[in-house]
Each structure stands twice: as structure tokens, then as C-alpha cells.
């Protein structure tokens, strides 16, 4: 990338030091609310002092995720593969790993970094993964507490790192 790109992207500003943006994406980057944590529950519900497995993951966004998808994949609960049909691939594991890919990404992207002491939070259960984000709809709209979310725009929380995620084909 040329140092044009980097700025167009909000990964440096003039001076060429790295923004915010930046620094989610950098190389062992050490941000302290760029980070998450797997856990994989025994029963359906986390009614239970029991954890089978947790680990937390901290780094670049693209390192999280990496590793996020690298954790569930090692989930007994859940089996990955799938049939080649022609020039096709249709997913016949427990979900779609392209579906899981997106709801990663969107958690990833979409989440209120600024608030301290916070992560996205991904729950394994038998029969389910639960992905939780940080952040409220509150930047929407400042009343939002009793707004319908049907009548909600679309918006991205974090436009320059949506558009890093496009560039890197997420």
C-alpha cells in the first residue's frame, strides 16, 4: 500500500503516524480493547460454574479473527467440511463457515472500540455459537431506548474499518 492508500483509509494521518484505525490493524498491535474471548460452555445454558475451554485473544483485528475461527474450529461440539459439486463447494458441517465468517467480521467491525475493558465475546454451546459486541444502538440516535429496530438505518459504526475488511476481501 502506498502511504496515499494509508491515509485514504484512515490508517495514518498527514504526518504518517498511525490513527486508531491504524493501530487495530498493525502488526502485533497491543490496543487494549482490540481483543476477545472464546469460551466453550458444557450445557446449553451458562447455568453452570463449568467451562470446558476459554482463551483470550488480543492483537490486529485480522489476528483476532484468525484466531477466533481458528478456536471454534477446534470445538468438538461442531464439524467443518463439506461436498464439491462442479465448480462449487456446499458447506455440510454444523453451519456455514461463510455465515460464521460474517457474523465474526461484523462483530469485529462493528464494535464500540473505545469502551474500556470491553471485548467481543464468543460463547459455544452444543447446540449454538452466541457472538456478543461491544456497543450500544445508542450512536444511532441519542432516544433510541425505545426505538423499534425495524425502522433502524443500516449504518456502519466503524467506516474505515468496514473499509480495510473490503479491501482485504472480508
Known amino acids: 500500500m502506498t502511504d496515499n492508500d494509508l491515509m485514504s483509509l484512515n490508517l495514518c494521518n ?5 490513527t486508531l484505525n491504524g493501530i487495530l490493524f498493525a502488526d502485533d498491535s497491543n ?11 458444557p450445557e446449553t445454558s451458562k447455568g453452570t460454574n463449568q467451562v ?8 490486529s483485528i ?9 478456536y471454534i ?11 464439491k459439486n462442479g465448480l462449487f463447494f456446499n458447506d455440510d458441517g454444523s453451519f456455514s463457515t461463510v455465515s ?7 462483530a469485529l467491525a462493528h464494535r464500540d472500540y473505545k469502551i474500556n475493558g470491553s471485548e467481543v465475546i464468543i460463547d459455544c454451546y452444543p447446540d449454538r455459537i452466541e457472538i456478543t459486541s461491544p456497543g450500544s444502538i445508542s450512536f444511532y440516535n441519542e432516544s433510541s431506548n425505545n426505538v423499534s429496530l ?4 443500516s ?11 473490503v479491501r482485504c476481501r472480508l
Not at 62 to 70: S, V
Not at 100 to 106: G, P, S
Not at 155 to 165: D, F, G
Open 14 to 18: 498527514n504526518e504518517m503516524q498511525l
Open 31 to 41: 490496543y487494549r480493547n482490540a481483543n476477545a474471548v472464546c469460551n466453550t460452555w
Open 52 to 59: 470446558l475451554n476459554s482463551k483470550q485473544f488480543r492483537g
Open 62 to 70: 485480522l489476528d483476532i479473527f484468525e484466531n477466533i475461527m481458528a
Open 73 to 83: 474450529k477446534t470445538v468438538s461440539y461442531y464439524n467443518f467440511g463439506g461436498v
Open 100 to 106: 460464521l465468517r460474517e457474523a465474526l467480521i461484523n
Open 150 to 153: 425495524e425502522i433502524l438505518p
Open 155 to 165: 449504518l456502519r459504526r466503524n467506516p474505515n474499518i468496514c473499509r480495510v475488511l
